[in-house]
């Protein structure tokens, strides 16, 4: 079966694989080089293309939201030199 895989998304982006399921729902790829295993079906890897890229979006605004508060942490930071 094809499954779209997400777990790299910020990195590498969705990449589609043909994958067996195993009976604990994980996501194996048996035909590249260096067979993988996916785990945790919504998380790491998708049923549909649709799936994967509401995952990736999500994704992207959680990264998003994260680096806004870093960014605001580092403004409020401030160096004095000692006396």
Do not use: N
């Not at 979006?57 to 930071?77: D, P, T, V």
């Amino acid at each position: 079966m094809k499954a779209w895989i997400t777990k790299y998304a910020l990195t590498t982006g969705i990449f589609e694989i043909t994958a067996e399921i195993t009976e604990h729902g994980s996501a194996y790829d048996m035909h590249s080089s260096f067979p993988t295993f996916y785990h945790g079906e919504g998380k790491e890897w998708h049923r549909t293309k649709e799936s994967a890229i509401a995952k990736a979006e999500e994704m992207r605004r959680k990264k998003i939201a994260s680096l806004k508060k870093q960014i605001e942490r580092l403004e409020k930071l401030y160096f004095e030199e000692d006396d």
